[in-house]
């Protein structure tokens, strides 16, 4: 059985009513991704089998496959949900923010509230973006790109208002402002850090990481 | 069957020079085993570097030693504990060779700090993937907690400490400033820096010269006004 990818599907222009079949099929996809959400918590990226989703899901191993090309594709999809729903929570926190400190602060104070009540699911994720083979896929995808363009964006914004000098080297501080956002993570999963103490840190680190671009 | 000879008295490092030497049949058992653990150490390291931590099981390790799955289990609870032991041993060479060459480093704090993430370059770029597994293996569940997760290396972070205590003194580091909050950012610099020498096929020298430019920014975060 063929089955189309979700990309290729959306895609098309024409609009149908959705068939029985293809709500049915709709369904089946919410509940397994529903249940390796669950089991990728629990057991972590290696830990969970396809086999152990499906029967978490009440389903064969063949109704999993139907859906999804492996176990890397079901967490990328998983992922790639969260990190759309994460990225309008970033850029509705930064536009409440004043200047480009606050602006990054609230920004990662919404990441870091965002993944609080799931950081099994965060740790899982972080284990599969330093593979050679599935990092590069998490990284460079769309919704991961546009959470480090939210970060330029504010940075350009500081640029603009003068808070900034032009020669922000933009890219690259984004990237490292991304990178200590992430970081801080270690702390929350493995050191149970509160929302609180993130915040600190990263206050202090958007401090130091923004210093050589200051005006005046 | 073996007997059960005591061996495990002494324990690692616990030889006492008053006990008489161990009969010459438990001495050989313990070179054994001493081997064993070399081979598999050998083994998993190669593997590991080659096709990846997650890619590897313990069955390859022991098969590629040349040696049974049991006795690899003996040695060892986990792939995760293998790691950790491959990485010490490197991270050993590597930092016998610094402690050698960090008294003799000149220059501002940012410079020094500079050309002793180039010495780690150089080393690790000779072992790219087996570097990135010990990354990913930080969030792997099964790790055990005796293993040394990246992030955690204290020798790594010792010398980024006397490097910025240097610099208090000599007056280019703010005595303000948070000195682990630094080690933090440059670590999560470094480990980036990794990430896209592996994506990218950047040598040893390309990520040495994206490093640079990193500590010249953090640099000018601890830098007093």
Redo the contacts between chains.
């Keep these: 059985m063929k089955h189309t990818a979700p990309l290729q599907a959306a895609g098309e222009t024409i609009v149908k009513v959705p068939t029985r079949r293809t709500l049915a099929k709709q369904q089946t996809r919410a509940k397994v991704l529903a249940a390796a959400r669950r089991l990728f918590s629990e057991?972590?990226y290696?830990?969970a089998t396809i086999r152990d989703i499906a029967a978490a899901a009440g389903m064969s191993t063949g109704a999993v496959f139907a859906n999804f090309t492996d176990k890397s594709d079901l967490f990328r999809e998983i992922m790639m949900t969260d990190m759309v729903a994460l990225g309008e929570a970033m850029r509705e926190a930064a536009s409440r923010g004043k200047g480009v400190d606050d602006a990054l602060l609230r920004m990662f104070g919404a990441g870091y509230a965002f993944y609080k009540s799931q950081l099994p699911l965060a740790?899982?994720a972080?284990?599969?973006?330093?593979?050679?083979?599935e990092?590069?896929q998490l990284?460079?995808s769309q919704p991961a790109q546009s959470l480090l363009d939210l970060i330029a964006d504010e940075l350009n914004a500081g640029i603009e208002r003068g808070e900034l000098g032009q020669e922000a080297?933009v890219k690259?501080?984004a990237?490292?402002l991304f990178?200590?956002y992430?970081?801080n993570y270690?702390q929350a999963?493995f050191e149970g850090w509160s929302l609180d103490a993130l915040q600190a840190?990263s206050r202090?680190?958007i401090?130091?990481?923004?210093?050589?671009?200051r005006r005046g | 069957m073996t007997s059960e000879t005591d061996t495990g008295n002494g324990g690692p490092g616990g030889l006492d020079p008053a006990q008489p030497p161990p009969l010459a049949e438990a001495g050989l058992r313990q070179s054994q085993k001493e081997a064993t653990r070399n081979r598999v150490i050998l083994a998993a390291r190669e593997l590991f570097d080659t096709q990846g931590y997650q890619g590897t099981t313990i069955r390859e390790i022991a098969r590629h030693a040349g040696v049974s799955v049991g006795s690899v289990f003996t040695t060892f609870a986990t792939k995760g504990e293998i790691l950790s032991q491959v990485m010490q041993e490197r991270l050993d060479r590597l930092y016998a060779e610094l402690d050698r060459v960090l008294p003799h480093l000149r220059g501002s704090t940012a410079d020094r700090l500079r050309s002793m993430f180039a010495i780690h370059f150089a080393f690790e770029s000779q072992r790219m993937r087996l570097f990135l597994a010990h990354i990913a293996a930080a969030y792997d569940c099964a790790l055990p907690s005796a293993a040394t997760p990246f992030g955690k290396n204290s020798r790594l972070q010792e010398i980024i400490r006397e490097c910025l205590v240097k610099g208090v003194a000599e007056g280019d580091v703010d005595p303000a400033i948070d000195h682990l909050e630094i080690i933090e950012l440059l670590m999560s610099a470094y480990a980036w820096t990794f990430r896209l020498a592996v994506w990218d096929g950047a040598d040893a020298e390309a990520m040495t010269a994206v490093m640079d430019r990193q500590i010249g920014l953090i640099a000018a975060g601890f830098t007093p006004r």
């Excluded at chain 1, 972080?126 to 083979?133: A, N, Q």
């Excluded at chain 1, 401090?207 to 671009?213: D, N, S, T």
């Design positions: 057991e972590g290696e830990g740790r899982a972080f284990s599969v973006g330093w593979t050679p083979e990092g590069p990284i460079n080297e690259l501080r990237q490292m990178e200590a992430l970081s270690k999963i840190r202090d680190q401090r130091v990481l923004l210093a050589g671009a």
